[in-house]
């Protein structure tokens, strides 16, 4: 049996040598797999479009102290001609330094001392955005911060050929371009990496602004990526570039105004095609049953939690990101919103197949002690007043306190259980001696879902 008073490493030691519960084992069905990969696709770029606002998107330039003014929403085709006029040539990295060479590089640029534009892109979600875009697991951590670095202007005729961009510091790690939404044909932007290509039209993702809700489209993408911009063959291509770089402290900003394209997993209406397209399958669940995701992103969570009442988890579905919030919402609104549980694994109850008890609870659960030789084990006492419910283990198997009524689910795992956001609880712990006691719980969505006709309907 696991010592309850063992602290972190110990526990992790310990739990290694066990190897995987087959409790956990993920689910088996052609378009479970296909949902799977759908929320594990990683990519070296992120992209989508983000919310300006309606009134006005006004961009100042100039090299002189007698600044311009064009209204990018509004703009004529004039005022963007004089916007490509006031232009200098634009130049490429080589060997650290920067090079003119209009067979190779032809478009406009304004250095970032000869612009300013009305849009934050940190107050749009566009860092958080790139960050969960980006990078998974305990990456996720490193805070990053944005530095404005040029603007240029591809007009007719326009080009870029397969280029990597030059590294400005050692903590630079990428480019986020954001692409304004002017009319133009052409100018695609072609990223090759690890024997990949990938395809970003901005011309079809921001044609022209619509009045009342206008877009423009971003990309960021990692520096070693390679990558062209395609000949432009009308209008104008604005982009605003931004070098990318590991900061010292993390803020969070809303999403609310992005619609994210890639990566899909964080994509709501590619999730929820795929997630449709598994309910609709009647091979699956055909009874119905409950599906099991764990936290594919990393979350602040706090270091004390409430004994009685903590909202911790309630609190933690409204700032799910990425990946995860795709799928809540995805899920949301094809059957039911997920609801979140933190996983308490039994090791003392380990069925004749090797599966130890796991218990889902509806909330972080604290208790201020515990007493071995008067309460019921752990795992029962969460059941019993902690609203805990049984997953994947045989009831009959339970070492249980006589008469003890215990609620049993199937989980159908979908992702893994990660330890991303694994919370540790302290209380007093009573037995030959007293001691402090750790509970251990793992965060993750679960989703009851009905039979085919009646997803919704579930129990």
């Known amino acids: 049996m696991f010592d309850p008073s063992s602290d972190s490493d110990e526990h992790d030691a310990y739990e290694g040598q066990l190897g995987p519960n087959p409790a956990l084992a993920l689910a088996r ?10 929320l594990n696709d990683t990519l070296p770029y992120c992209c989508g479009t983000v919310a300006l606002p ?22 004529s085709q004039v005022a963007l001609d004089d916007l490509e006029t006031s232009c200098d040539p634009a130049t490429f990295g080589v060997a650290q330094k920067d090079v003119l060479d209009m067979t190779y590089r032809k478009a406009g640029k304004l250095d970032k001392d000869h612009f300013a534009i009305n849009f934050d892109i940190e107050r749009a979600g566009l860092l958080e955005a790139v960050r969960t875009g980006l990078f998974s ?7 990053i911060r944005a530095e404005l670095h040029k603007l240029n202007v591809y007009g007719k005729g326009s080009f870029f050929k397969a280029h990597k961009d030059t590294p400005r510091s050692t903590i630079m790690f990428a480019s986020l371009v954001l692409v304004l939404p002017t009319a133009h044909a052409g100018g695609t932007l072609i990223l090759k990496h690890g024997g990949r290509e990938w395809s970003f039209d901005s011309a079809s993702l921001v044609p022209a602004p619509e009045p009342s809700s206008p877009r423009a489209a971003y990309i960021a993408f990692f520096s070693d990526v390679e990558h062209e911009i395609a000949r432009v063959t009308a209008g104008h291509r604005v982009t605003i570039t931004y070098n990318l770089y590991y900061a010292n402290e993390t803020q969070h900003a809303r999403m609310d105004g992005l619609d994210i394209i890639q990566p899909r997993g964080a994509n709501t209406p590619e999730v929820k095609r795929v997630v449709a397209a598994l309910l609709d399958d009647s091979t699956f669940l055909p009874n119905g049953g409950v599906l099991g995701f764990g936290l594919r992103h990393l979350y602040p969570l706090p270091t004390s939690f409430d004994a009685h009442e903590d909202t911790t988890l309630a609190m933690l579905k409204d700032k799910l990101k990425g990946v995860d919030a795709a799928l809540f919402r995805a899920c949301e609104e094809l059957v039911a919103a997920p609801t979140l549980y933190a996983v308490f694994e039994a090791y003392s109850q380990t069925s004749e197949d090797g599966r130890r008890a796991l218990v889902a609870c509806p909330r972080i659960v604290k208790f201020h002690s515990h007493d071995a030789e008067e309460e019921p084990p752990l795992w029962e006492k969460l059941c019993k007043h902690w609203d805990g419910v049984l997953i994947n283990f045989p009831p009959s198997e339970l070492d249980a306190t006589e008469g003890t009524s215990v609620r049993n689910w199937t989980v159908h795992w979908v992702t893994p259980l990660s330890e991303a956001n694994r919370v540790k609880t302290r209380f007093a712990a009573y037995g030959n001696e007293p001691m402090i006691g750790h509970l251990y719980q793992r965060i993750c969505m679960l989703v009851d879902v009905g039979p085919p006709g009646r997803r919704d309907a579930a129990s």
């Open 54 to 75: 309606s009134e006005n998107l006004v961009l100042y330039y100039g090299k002189t102290d007698k600044a311009k003014r064009i209204d990018v929403l509004h703009a």
């Open 137 to 143: 697991g305990k990456e996720q951590r490193r805070p």
């Open 29 to 38: 069905h052609p378009k479970i797999d296909q949902l799977r990969e759908t």
